[in-house]
């Protein structure tokens, strides 16, 4: 099996957190009185959007590229992304010295696209389908022999990924539940299998916009299930769940519930403005699950990991 297509161990996570340290921040875990108060809950945040980029996704990118070979690393690494994947290819290549190719949607958030850009990434646009993304990749890909990494459909940057949990868990090891995105389901997964090995017991929830619910709808059947619609305002949760990612989440994750984007935005805003800090729509889908009693914390500690920060303030959904 190709390496990279290999469901990742808990000990491939805790050697991608040795690669990785030179690189990325430790995070800090946050609280809010008002936010326990809220919810019944202890509440236990995990700030990814303090992350290098601004997101949880330089951990996986990094641990890629810096465990690429020098022969597959020379000719540099592409990828299509809507943003933080992006940023973080382009941020861990010039660590590196190499060249970044990124393909990015029409309708990406400037914001992520100025900061790719920033990082001396070459940029192609698309049209906003995942079929636009592929066969453009395909075509950089072939012009420049640029090695692909994949944002989630990947071992490497699952077990990348997984370092978040791994750190979260070893600072707070009595979690009764941890809840992350989904996407296209590198975190969760990567997540899942560092919760189940630290502490067996905790509950491992996916989160989804109802606009974006493919995972929720192939965790219900077993199967993955078509994107149906991508017009959430969690603009980093439009994208399809990967089968690499799906066989973990079916064997490690316990449930998957969907919210609405009335309540992401409410829990947004929430905690933009009573914790003074600054999350992106998809963070916010979490947070909305408990807020909308999707999730019962109630008497619970409860860990939600952040997953970035990185806004287009000229386009806030209030």
């Known amino acids: 099996m190709n390496p990279k297509q290999s469901i990742p161990t808990f000990d491939d996570i805790h050697k991608a957190a040795i690669t990785i340290k030179p690189y990325a921040h430790i995070t800090p875990v946050l609280s809010s009185s008002l936010v326990n108060e809220r919810t019944g809950a202890e509440l236990f945040f995990k700030c990814e959007n303090f992350q290098k980029v601004g997101a949880f996704k330089f951990r996986g990118a990094c641990n890629t590229i810096m465990t690429l070979s020098d022969e597959d690393a020379s000719k540099g690494v592409a990828t299509h992304s809507s943003g933080n994947h992006a940023q973080a290819l382009a941020l861990s290549a ?62 490497r940057v699952i077990a990348g990924q997984g370092t978040a949990a791994l750190e979260f868990l070893s600072s707070n090891p009595d979690l009764d539940v941890l809840l992350t995105p989904l996407g296209g389901g590198g975190l969760l997964s990567g997540s899942s299998i560092s919760a189940k090995t630290l502490n067996p017991k905790i509950k491992v929830i996916g989160t989804e916009p109802e606009l974006a619910d493919d995972g929720f709808r192939s965790f ?99």
Not at 98 to 114: F, S, T, W
Not at 287 to 311: L, S, Y
């Open 94 to 155: 010039k660590l590196r010295g190499i060249q970044a190719y990124v393909v990015m949607p029409e309708n990406a958030p400037k914001v992520k696209v100025e900061a790719v850009k920033n990082y001396g990434a070459e940029i192609t646009f698309c049209e906003s389908t995942l079929e636009a993304r592929e066969s453009t990749l395909q075509q950089v890909v072939e012009k420049t022999g640029a090695t692909f990494i994949h944002p989630y459909n990947d071992s």
């Open 220 to 318: 219900q059947s077993g199967n993955i299930e078509p994107v149906i619609r991508t017009d959430t305002i969690a603009d980093g949760l439009r994208t399809s769940v990967g089968d690499l990612p799906f066989q973990i989440i079916k064997q490690h994750v316990d449930e998957i519930v969907t919210v609405s984007e009335e309540s992401i935005i409410e829990a947004m805003r929430f905690i933009w403005e009573r914790m003074n800090m600054i999350i992106e729509p998809s963070c916010a889908v979490p947070v909305a699950a408990i807020f909308e009693g999707k999730v019962d914390v109630r008497g619970k500690k409860v860990g939600i990991i952040i997953t970035g920060g990185n806004v287009d303030f000229g386009n806030l959904p209030w």
